[in-house]
């Protein structure tokens, strides 16, 4: 099990920036992908993206590309999701997951944080 606590989000205008942070406490923290998702009010669940174990590799939504980007402290057992730009539409609770393998599908992410909310204001 690896547990994990989403924390950074807040109300920002639009153009503004945010970084959200999931951290662990598991000794395993890295061993796991690490993905973002986000969930806007009435919608589903939809990916962001993920880094992989020991962040060689990372991938993104299309609508996050150069905008987002993911980076991985192992030491510190964090993840990081840095958000540039925002948008009005980018509002939603934002969780991280762990996953054995690299995937998109966020039914085959193993554990979930609790979110944070990020509000982005026209």
């Known amino acids: 099990q690896v547990q994990l606590a989403e924390s950074g989000g807040g109300l920002v205008q639009a153009g503004g920036s945010l970084r959200l942070s999931c951290v662990s406490s598991?000794?395993?923290?890295?061993?796991?992908?690490i993905g973002w998702f986000r969930q806007a009010p009435g919608k589903e669940r939809e990916y962001v993206g993920f880094i992989s174990v020991n962040g060689g590799a990372k991938d993104y939504a299309d609508f996050v590309k150069g905008r987002f980007t993911i980076s991985r402290d192992d030491a510190e057992k964090t993840v990081f999701l840095q958000m540039n730009s925002l948008k009005p539409e980018d509002t939603a609770v934002y969780f991280c997951a762990a996953a054995p393998w690299q995937t998109r599908r966020a039914n085959e992410y193993l554990n979930w944080g609790d979110g944070t909310q990020v509000t982005v204001s026209s």
């Open positions: 598991a000794r395993s923290f890295h061993n796991y992908h």
